[in-house]
């Protein structure tokens, strides 16, 4: 589908009649309806998997796992854009915008600005429920880590909602509900936590631009309102109410960004919870959360976060080694830092350098050398006939600087492609290394931003 320009977004402003968006039944809403305390002062949330059967805004069944692997490739490729600072090839989606009206009325004065695109969403996104406004009312919200700016569906969705787990956020029912004007530093504060800059409407209402690697979009006003996570509310958040939200983002209200950004949801809770968030990821068949503030730093191993110019808002370690039943992979420690690795909740395959990814095909496909190889599925190359639950893997662990380690078990070596084939849910990288989710999943995975540094520790989920 051709992207919608932002001048027809502002014409049809004017006329258009709001998308209906059926209010969709929750089966399990009894599940994720109360968010709950964890740890003293720190808030915990429920977190599903996409594929969970009681995920709120779960992706369909029968969805074929080639176009998960289509959306983790669109993914991939928006984090090597951003990092080589370029526009990618295949997500980038031109926007007409203007210069000083943008959604409340036409104008003769436009300019065109590309936008450049953030992270791709696909199907491999966790799902929780984040309160809004005043009264608060829950709404079901993607959690990237690899996105800054939260933003959700917002009636009266003047150009376009996709279709959505509940009802869509109607600011006029919030008493503690604000638009934010153009000259605020958070309106500023945008283009890096978009990656796109801000516009300006006619009645001096900041404009927000967020455009994913799978070009889906979102384009609304810059607001503010009181953010809740059960009994507990946080005023003066900033957020995207969006206008006009187009792609594959589910049946999400909208997303939750934890990068390292002013904008991000983690940055502007900090004064109050502390400049920390921890997750354990669930697999389909359990329960997970999110969690953000204090944390007992007692069950973690640590690694440093590595510094970088090449994104700042992004989270990076270093990879220090890989051991396949209990034997190095046979490779020189270098080519772990070859490239940069980020650790990431969206990305669903682990991506390793080249030379590693080879080295740990080859141990791996040697320790199951009794079980029967199957054809390669899509980008994964070392397969076998089977459920990853029903073979014996070899134990694998990924070592970290500074100590910490994930030891992966079969669910996170393996990954069911179909009904009778797994396969190693590891591929090369080409710029940049990526810690997925599914060696992530049962883990309990802290960001500790303030002292600088990511822990890992075993069982985290039920």
Request: charged share 10%.
């Given at each position: ?8 977004a ?47 805004a ?6 074929p ?68 406004g ?28 996709h ?28 283009s ?27 384009v ?42 002013k ?26 959360y ?39 992979l ?128 075993a069982?985290?989920?039920?």
């Amino acid at each position: 589908m051709a992207p919608l320009p932002l001048l027809l977004a502002a014409f049809s402003l004017l006329f258009a009649v709001a998308t209906p968006i059926r209010d969709i039944t929750d089966a399990c809403s009894s599940q994720v309806q109360d968010f709950e305390h964890l740890n003293g002062s720190a808030m915990h949330l429920p977190l599903h998997h996409p594929r969970g059967p009681c995920s709120p805004a779960a992706v369909p069944s029968d969805l074929p796992f080639s176009a998960v692997l289509t959306h983790d490739a669109a993914r991939i490729a928006s984090f090597a854009a951003r990092l080589a600072k370029t526009p990618s090839s295949s997500a980038a989606r031109p926007i007409t915008t203007t210069s000083a009206t943008s959604l409340d009325r036409p104008d003769s004065s436009l300019a065109s600005v590309p936008l450049t695109p953030g992270t791709s969403f696909g199907v491999g996104n966790y799902v929780t429920r984040m309160g809004l406004g005043t009264p608060a009312k829950p709404y079901v919200m993607v959690v990237d880590t690899g996105s800054s700016l939260t933003w959700l569906q917002c009636s009266p969705c003047r150009i376009s909602c996709h279709r959505q787990s509940g009802p869509v956020f109607d600011p006029k029912t919030s008493s503690s509900y604000s638009s934010v004007s153009c000259s605020t530093p958070q309106c500023t504060d945008l283009s890096t936590a978009t990656l796109n800059p801000a516009a300006c409407s006619s009645s001096d209402v900041c404009i927000y631009q967020a455009s994913y690697g799978d070009s889906s979009f979102s384009v609304g006003y810059l607001s503010k309102d009181t953010v809740s996570f059960g009994s507990n509310s946080v005023p003066n958040f900033y957020y995207g109410c969006g206008q006009d939200n187009e792609g594959l983002f589910g049946r999400s209200a909208g997303l939750i960004g934890l990068a390292r950004n002013k904008l991000s949801l983690l940055y502007q809770l900090a004064p109050t919870l502390g400049y920390s968030f921890s997750y354990c990821l669930p697999s389909s068949s359990s329960s997970g959360y999110l969690s953000i503030g204090s944390y007992n730093p007692g069950q973690y191993s640590y690694t440093p976060m590595v510094a970088s110019n090449l994104d700042d808002s992004l989270y990076f370690i270093k990879l220090a080694g890989m051991t396949v039943a209990g034997k190095p992979l046979s490779v020189s420690s270098s080519e772990y830092s070859s490239l940069p690795t980020i650790i990431d909740s969206g990305t669903v395959i682990t991506r390793l350098p080249t030379s590693v990814y080879t080295a740990l095909s080859k141990a791996v496909a040697g320790a199951m050398k009794g079980t029967k190889r199957a054809d390669a599925y899509s980008i994964l190359d070392t397969c076998f006939i089977g459920q990853a639950s029903q073979l014996r893997a070899p134990a694998v662990t990924m070592d970290f600087a500074g100590g910490a380690s994930l030891k992966l078990k079969a669910q996170n070596l393996l990954v069911d492609v179909d009904s009778s084939t797994t396969c190693l849910a590891f591929a090369p990288a080409r710029s940049a290394a990526i810690i997925g989710n599914t060696q992530q999943q049962s883990f309990s995975v802290v960001y500790d931003v303030k002292s600088n540094k990511i822990g890992f520790a075993a069982g985290g989920c039920k």
